[in-house]
């Protein structure tokens, strides 16, 4: 027997799902555009701390058992620690329904997508990257995270559509 089926055979739980991402930045704002006038997700609630230094916007992206909670998180005191925006998060993966539909409308909106388009990810189904930085011909990006945009297969499509 593996050491990973030993380990797997052995975990009190299981990983169901991406239950949050948090995103750090220097202006929520510039998250906001992106998260809810771009990709459309609603805000349920804020979080403000001076102890953790967070000025925070919660998001919900899918619903019930589905919903992933979308964390916006700026610093109160961009100089005093924990700096929440210093680690704004290697990349994240988002299921989407139509991708070319997608990028066509989000690159109308301003939107700067990462060099290669749309191509098969690693996974097999088709990706393409939302660029982590914002230029002038395209103000709108990741502020700081490279987001994955994944065609959805029909039976995710069915279960989370």
Request: glycine share 10%; charged share 20%.
């Amino acid at each position: 027997m593996s050491t990973a089926t030993i380990i797997s055979n052995s975990r009190p739980f299981k990983v169901l799902g991406i239950q949050q991402i948090a995103i750090g930045g220097t202006d929520k704002q510039r998250l906001k555009t992106l998260w809810v006038d771009m990709l459309g997700l609603a805000q349920t609630g804020s979080f403000r701390s001076e102890r953790e230094n967070v000025d925070e916007d919660i998001l919900a992206m899918g619903q019930g058992a589905h919903a992933v909670e979308v964390d916006l998180m700026q610093p109160l005191d961009i100089d005093k620690k924990p700096a929440v925006h210093t680690t704004p998060l290697n990349h994240v993966g988002l299921w989407i329904d139509d991708l070319p539909r997608a990028v066509e409308w989000l690159t109308a909106q301003g939107v700067r997508f990462a060099p290669g388009g749309i191509r098969k990810g690693a996974a097999g189904y088709d990706i393409t990257f939302l660029h982590p930085k914002s230029n002038d011909e395209f103000p709108v990006a990741g502020e700081g995270v490279l987001i994955e945009l994944v065609q959805a297969p029909p039976e995710v499509i069915a279960a989370l559509g």
